[in-house]
């Protein structure tokens, strides 16, 4: 599926590692504007040299965070869709599945990109293509599981598929109701047929 233009990355070291689980807890529990480099620094136990030596600035840091944890769903979604066999619409169902699972384990305030897009608001900052690569990456996904349910509607039913699957991810970090991936994918099922 395609992506949009790769940002740069980093080669991670045990330090740069380190670096990057405690940059990823914080902005995930506190926002990316709302923690800097020396929390950062710290929490990871190393120095500010440490982290501008391996990352050479906090925007590097939210790219990788933001990368990194695309990744890591890409490779959870991808599981999850390999598990439910060829039929398309099971597969369509897994997507709404692994997003109530990845929520409940990895993300009870919602979607890091989502929130991460909701606090950078240059377009130039290098982690806008990660967030929107993502996103692009799922509307791919729902569009070619779609071509295989509805040829002729595959673009419409793809984009209503996204519309529920970010709207469950918006209403579960914000609190609005219980289970909302649960009840997107009942919307996508009757959808379905």
């Known amino acids: 599926m395609g992506t949009a233009e790769a940002p740069r ?8 590692r380190r670096v990057l689980e405690a940059a990823a807890r914080l ?14 620094a710290a929490e990871a136990g190393v120095t500010k040299k440490t ?19 695309d990744e890591r769903w890409r ?15 099971a597969r369509v169902l897994a997507v709404f599945d692994a997003t109530e699972a990845w929520a409940a384990e990895l993300s009870p305030r919602g979607c890091s990109m989502v929130n991460a897009h909701a606090e950078i608001s240059d377009p130039g900052h290098p982690a806008r293509p990660v967030i929107t690569g993502q996103k692009r990456w799922m509307l791919t996904l729902f569009t070619l599981l779609a071509a295989d349910i509805a040829p002729g509607r595959a673009g419409d039913l793809a984009r209503t598929l996204m519309l529920l699957h970010e709207g469950a991810l918006v209403a579960n970090g914000l609190g609005i109701f219980p289970d909302a991936a649960a009840s997107a994918r009942e919307q996508a099922r009757a959808l379905l047929g």
């Open 51 to 69: 982290l501008y030596d391996r990352f050479g600035s906090k925007e590097q840091i939210v790219v990788e965070y933001l990368a990194d944890r």
């Open 9 to 16: 990355r980093i080669t991670m070291t045990p330090a740069a």
């Open 75 to 89: 490779a959870f979604l991808t599981e999850r869709l390999d598990a439910a066999g060829p039929d398309p619409r």
């Open 27 to 40: 902005f995930y529990e506190r926002g990316i504007h709302a923690v800097g480099v020396d929390l950062i």
